[in-house]
């Protein structure tokens, strides 16, 4: 199955769209390490990007933290809310 979901965000007063995909999520995911966490998140901001909205996005990303901010954003949007219980 393949969850797509479009994701807008206002970043600065700047409108960026953004195509999410379980595949880039995916990947996203086990980009991560305990080292790494700007690299994976620049990667997963790029991928999903739209052309109309890189220029402001590669524009946006200059500033500190940028990155990991908007991916933090594009994650909380993108996964659902689970409820899990363990059984006793």
């Known amino acids: 199955m393949t969850v797509d979901k479009t994701i807008k965000l206002t970043v600065n007063g700047r409108e960026l769209t953004f195509n999410m995909s379980l595949g880039v999520y995916n990947r996203y995911i086990n980009e991560l390490q305990p ?36 991916a933090s954003k594009l994650f909380e949007d993108y996964t659902p809310d689970i409820e899990i219980e363990v059984g006793k």
Not at 42 to 62: F, G
């Open 35 to 70: 080292t790494s966490k700007v690299g994976p998140a620049q990667n997963l901001c790029m991928r999903t990007v739209t052309d109309e909205s890189k220029a402001a996005l590669q524009e946006l990303m200059q500033q500190p933290g940028m990155a990991v901010q908007i």
